[in-house]
């Protein structure tokens, strides 16, 4: 099936820098999910993209979906304690299971 | 509404030892899945189900049986308990169609520990 593959792993930044992390795969992918996990928390959906260079922001948070659906990637803007938490990509269609990535572990030094 | 439940919170069960994960949906939504999370692993899809009486494997379904008999309960049995089960499962749900995905809800999770 279907994989998304999420690099990094993890990130520490100091509070206030920028963050982004980014999900890739081989194949052209239908669309795209975000979600956050918070420490001790369920994934929260953030956001779907699904057309060809599509562009989303969420206040500090900006969403790209590349030119050839193969990749995205998240972006924080001037990081704060309260995005701590694990970022998840996701790729799913209507009648398929959502196939998630690894996640992006986030530290957020005070 | 209370959105997707998940009983109990916490377990811990003894090798061989069997129970059910029980998850509920009060959104009327077709599609219901079980994840389980390990350190590093991401989330891993076990069963889903696309309605009630329908069910399907997802990637790690060994250990794990489900029925879906309404389109409110999923459950999830775990038949004889080992350690590598060990994990914390979630309990998902969304709408159901072909025309595209549709936002996932999760349960607040279900942490088992097997000794």
């Known amino acids: 099936g279907q994989q998304v593959m999420q690099i990094p792993q993890y990130q520490h930044v100091q509070e206030g820098e920028d963050f982004t992390t980014y999900c890739n795969s081989s194949?052209?992918?239908?669309?795209i999910q975000w979600y956050k996990q918070r420490p001790g928390g369920h994934p929260v959906f953030l956001i779907q993209?699904?057309?060809?260079?599509e562009v989303k922001k969420q206040k500090r948070l900006t969403f790209q979906f590349g030119e050839a659906k193969k990749n995205s990637s998240l972006h924080i803007t001037a990081t704060q304690t309260t995005d701590v938490g694990t970022y998840f990509c996701?790729?799913?269609?209507?009648?398929?299971?959502?196939?998630f990535g690894k996640g992006t572990r986030l530290s957020v030094i005070a | 509404n209370a959105g997707v439940t998940q009983t109990p919170k916490f377990q811990v069960l003894k090798t061989g030892q069997s129970m059910t994960l029980q998850c509920a949906q009060d959104?009327?939504?077709?599609?219901m899945s079980w994840y389980r999370q390990d350190p590093g692993m991401g989330l891993r899809l076990i069963h889903y189900?696309?309605?009630?009486?329908?069910?399907d494997q997802g990637e790690v379904p060994n250990g794990y049986n489900v029925s879906r008999s309404t389109t409110e309960d999923f459950p999830l049995r775990l038949l004889s308990a080992a350690p590598s089960q060990t994990s914390v499962y979630f309990c998902?749900?969304?709408?159901?169609?072909?025309?595209?995905?549709?936002?996932?809800?999760f349960g607040p999770g279900t942490r088992l520990t097997v000794t």
């Open positions: 189900s696309v309605g009630a009486g329908i069910t």
């Open positions: 996701a790729e799913g269609s209507g009648n398929t299971p959502l196939v």
């Open positions: 959104m009327n939504h077709e599609y």
């Open positions: 194949t052209t992918l239908s669309n």
């Open positions: 993209l699904v057309k060809s260079g």
């Open positions: 998902a749900s969304s709408r159901y169609g072909t025309s595209g995905g549709y936002e996932q809800y």
